[in-house]
């Protein structure tokens, strides 16, 4: 076994491979990239170095300065997590030139399955079913369109080189395959450099059942079951189960069997996925489901395998790359009880889940009720550069029920504040009833999206806490002087004061009544309520109303208030009535950045006209890209900002004359 392994990755993957490697007495050596430098992942490794600046391109993807800091710190092996270098081919050929062990498959293997279109026309070869479609070389756009409608529509249209829910099109009429087509190779060669497309059936109700396999460096191969990944928004998985709802025995064989051929054929060593699309419009059977791809690295929802299995997939990993055999043949693999992953991102889901930012004023996970994989602490930021997970939230029960209901006991009881999540989304898809069912495919999210973005109205108790906090009447003041003490209480008589809310966007005066110590009248309803603060213990506050004694947390950032209350997150802001509105100029004469982020495309030159909605910057915030278009007719004034410029939230990127200008 190793003594010493680097890891080539950052966030939560980085610390999931250093909790292993500690538990197995290996030494671990960080790198970290500016924004990075004093991140979770970089206190937890024994060593640590810098990479570069922010950037990944600059940082965690430079291959030459990940060997030189191994050669450093004497790493015999490097594991590179998910996404970054994971499946990179260059960088194992690189580390082996180097005599450095990659803890992952051979170059080969990464390269057989590294086109979709490649893995799939090798899979067909080996006998593994793939999804029916074109997947071959010829790409004249004229013969493709032929091609899809011999496949008969709706087609998928895939760039060959994609990834992450990337470069896809899905065309249900010949008349949009043109534009389809011309779309998915632009996002093909921009995201991947590669413009290449292969043309799958749009598969009728879809689900995503994806088979963990294991290879090792002496021809064994073996599967630990299945993980049904349909919960998905854009492509991209949300809520990740094991093993599959209703997954007969004789589909789960087949499919196992399946993956382990699919492995076999490209003498497979290390953890894999052979990710399938399993047709499910007459329910599931074996013989509906078909390969789509191969991940050749530890999957990001990997957890849940190791719930239901009992085994550590690092361990495993780590083992292998040693050059043992794999510690268990296939029939000593068993699996017990219900799994589930939900992944809690930085997002504004209701805003189209727009990636946000921010520091981690307030973060209170799970952590008593789940397995929680997490690369940041309290206090920790979520910056621009790098995806924005905020952690993976992993239960196991008995039955699915049990860990359901630990799910959505978990994702209530997560509190963060700094920074908008996808939290009460999470937790409105636990509650959903079709996904309770088991009854999932992959559009069930888009089919039900707004009632699942729906938040509710700040219910009367937050409105009447949140008024407490802000007029300072909630925590014991700091000094000892006696007036302070008395923070508004006044004896003689009950003062009258008015908290002045934002919320949803509308101006809330809530009119607050102090009645006696810790005790207020509070007008949030109808009729003026009395509330009584029982106990306050840091930013948690048990108060009484009518009798019912309630728990609520609430924290403030700034001039924002977050109360959570009964497994919801509301938030209200303070308005400051000194201050106007700091841009300066008008909206509607500038384009603004919406979020940090990097500008992709800027379509515009000063003095050109452009006409309301035009499309004018392409805005790439972590995996998104954003759109931001024309606010009305004009004339452009002024660029700011450069393709290829990094940008801060609120910068102005465009201007535009004003009205009067462009009139004269
Ligand atoms: P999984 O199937 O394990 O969820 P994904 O392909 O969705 O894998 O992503 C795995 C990791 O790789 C994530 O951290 C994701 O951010 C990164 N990743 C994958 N594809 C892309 C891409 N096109 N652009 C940026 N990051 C990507
Ligand atoms: P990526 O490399 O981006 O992960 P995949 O080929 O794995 O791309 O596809 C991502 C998702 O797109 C799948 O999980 C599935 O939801 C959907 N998908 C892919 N192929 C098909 C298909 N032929 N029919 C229906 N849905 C599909
Ligand atoms: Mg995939």
Redesign the pocket.
């Known amino acids: 076994m190793f003594k010493k392994i680097l890891i080539a990755n950052r966030g939560e993957i980085a610390c999931r491979v250093m909790e292993t490697a500690k538990r197995l007495g290996i030494k671990t050596v960080a790198v970290y990239s500016d924004a990075d430098a004093g991140s979770k992942h970089v206190a937890m490794a024994d060593e640590a170095y810098r990479i570069g600046p922010a950037p990944v391109a600059e940082s965690y993807l430079k291959i030459d300065k990940i060997i030189e800091i191994c050669q450093k710190s004497g790493a015999e092996a490097v594991h590179p997590g998910y996404g970054f270098l994971s499946e990179n081919p260059n960088f194992v050929d690189a580390l082996d030139r180097a005599g450095i062990t990659f803890i992952g498959p051979s170059a080969n293997s990464i390269r057989a399955m590294g086109l979709?279109d490649a893995a799939k026309a090798l899979m067909e070869k080996a006998g593994v079913p793939v999804?029916p479609g074109y997947h071959r070389e010829t790409q004249d756009a004229g013969f493709l369109k032929i091609q899809a409608g011999k496949i008969g529509y709706p087609v998928?249209i895939?760039a060959r080189a994609?990834?992450?829910?990337?470069g896809?099109r899905r065309v249900d009429h010949p008349d949009e395959f043109m534009s389809a087509l011309s779309s998915a190779q632009r996002e093909g060669e921009a995201s991947f450099g590669d413009g290449r497309v292969l043309i799958?059936?749009?598969?009728a109700k879809?689900r995503?059942i994806e088979i963990q396999v294991f290879g090792d460096k002496h021809g064994n191969a073996v599967h630990l079951f299945e993980r049904d990944?349909s919960l998905?928004r854009r492509?991209q998985k949300v809520i990740e189960e094991a093993p599959a709802p209703g997954m007969p025995e004789d589909m789960r064989k087949a499919m196992g069997e399946a993956a382990v051929k699919a492995a076999q054929a490209i003498d497979y060593a290390g953890a894999g996925t052979i990710?399938f699309?399993v047709d499910v419009s007459e329910g599931l059977r074996a013989d509906r489901f078909y390969f789509?791809?191969m991940n050749t690295r530890l999957q990001v929802e990997h957890p849940v395998t190791e719930m239901i299995t009992g085994e550590d997939l690092v361990e495993w990993q780590l083992l292998v790359a040693s050059g043992k055999p794999l510690p268990k043949m296939q029939d000593e693999i068993t699996f017990s009880g219900h799994a589930f992953e939900a992944r809690l991102y930085a997002e504004d889901a209701p805003k189209g889940f727009l990636p946000a930012i921010g520091t981690l004023t307030h973060l209170n996970l799970p952590e008593t009720l789940a397995r929680v994989d997490s690369g940041v602490r309290p206090g920790d930021e979520i910056s621009p550069y790098y995806d924005p997970m905020i952690a993976k939230v992993i239960v196991h029960g008995q039955t699915r029920e049990a860990a359901l209901g630990k799910l959505l006991a978990s994702l209530e009881a997560t509190e963060v504040a700094g920074c908008v999540t996808n939290a009460g989304f999470l937790a409105a898809l636990c509650r959903h009833e079709g996904f309770a069912a088991g009854d999932v495919d992959?559009g069930l999210i888009d089919r039900d999206l707004q009632s699942l973005i729906s938040e509710p109205d700040m219910p009367e108790d937050a409105l009447a806490l949140a008024a407490l906090t802000a007029l300072g009447l909630t925590h014991p003041a700091k000094s000892d002087d006696p007036f302070d003490t008395l923070a508004g209480w006044r004896i003689w008589s009950a003062s009258r004061q008015f908290a002045l809310l934002e919320i949803g966007g509308e101006r809330r005066d809530v009119e607050v009544q102090v009645l006696g110590e810790k005790r207020f009248s509070v007008h949030v309803g109808e009729q003026p309520a009395t509330y009584s603060l029982i106990a306050i213990e840091g930013p948690k506050i048990t108060f009484e109303r009518e009798g019912g004694r309630t728990s609520a947390v609430v924290v403030q950032t700034g001039s924002e208030l977050t109360v959570f209350l009964n497994g919801h997150a509301f938030t209200a802001t303070l308005p400051d009535i000194m201050t106007a509105d700091d841009d300066g100029c008008e909206a509607g004469d500038q384009i603004i950045a919406p979020m940090p982020g990097l500008v992709k495309v800027l379509s515009a030159k000063a003095g050109e006209a452009v006409k309301k909605d035009q499309p004018l910057v392409i805005l790439e915030a972590m995996k998104m890209e954003h759109t931001l278009k024309a606010p009305r007719d004009g004339i452009i004034a002024e660029v700011m900002a450069n393709a290829g410029e990094q940008v801060l939230d609120g910068t102005v990127l465009l201007a535009l004359e004003t009205e009067n200008e462009t009139a004269s």
């Open positions: 979709k999804v998928l895939k994609g990834g992450g829910g990337k896809m799958e059936k749009y598969v879809p995503h990944c998905q492509h990710e699309i789509m791809e992959t």
